[in-house]
C-alpha cells in the first residue's frame, strides 16, 4: 500500500470518526432544521476535501450522493438519522473500495497534505 493510499484512508477514517462523535448531538438537537443545516455544511466540507485527499472522481460520485440526494419524511429528525447513516455507510464502502482496489493512477490526486 502505497503512501498516498494510506493518507486517503486515514483521511476517511478521520470522516467516519467525527460522523460518529456528532451524530448523536445532531439527532438529538432541539432545532432539527438547525442540525439539518449543519449536517449540510458539514457534508459539503468533506465532499469538498474528498477530491484533494482521496481522488476527484471520488468527490464527483459522493457529491451526488449527498449533496443531490433529499430523504423524503414526515420527522425531520429520522431524516437526518436517515442521512447520517447513508453517509456513514458510503464511507465505509469508499474505505472498503480503496483498502482492496487502491486509488485510481491520477495525476491530479498528488497532495503531499495530510
Same mark, same amino acid.
Given at each position: ?16 470518526? @467525527? !460522523?460518529?462523535?456528532?451524530? %448523536? &448531538? ?7 432544521? !438547525?442540525?439539518? @443545516?449543519?449536517?449540510?455544511? /458539514?457534508?459539503?466540507?468533506?465532499? &469538498?476535501? +474528498? #477530491?484533494? &485527499?482521496?481522488? %476527484? ?5 459522493? *457529491?451526488?450522493? /449527498? +449533496?443531490? =440526494? =433529499?430523504?423524503? #419524511?414526515?420527522?425531520?429528525?429520522? @431524516? !437526518? *438519522? ?7 455507510? &458510503? ?10 482496489? #487502491?486509488? %485510481? ?5 498528488? $497532495? %503531499? $497534505?495530510?
Amino acid at each position: 500500500m502505497n503512501n498516498q493510499t494510506r493518507q486517503a484512508l486515514a483521511f476517511l477514517a478521520k470522516q467516519i470518526q @467525527e !460522523l460518529k462523535i456528532i451524530q %448523536p &448531538h445532531l439527532v438529538q438537537a432541539v432545532n432539527a432544521v !438547525l442540525a439539518k @443545516e449543519q449536517f449540510a455544511k /458539514w457534508k459539503k466540507q468533506v465532499v &469538498h476535501q +474528498l #477530491g484533494e &485527499h482521496v481522488d %476527484p472522481a471520488y468527490q464527483r460520485r459522493l *457529491s451526488k450522493d /449527498w +449533496l443531490e =440526494t =433529499t430523504f423524503a #419524511g414526515a420527522d425531520m429528525y429520522d @431524516e !437526518l *438519522s436517515d442521512d447520517i447513516e447513508m453517509c456513514l455507510r &458510503h464511507l465505509y464502502a469508499l474505505s472498503k473500495e480503496i483498502e482492496t482496489q #487502491g486509488l %485510481p493512477a491520477s495525476d491530479s490526486a498528488e $497532495s %503531499p $497534505s495530510a
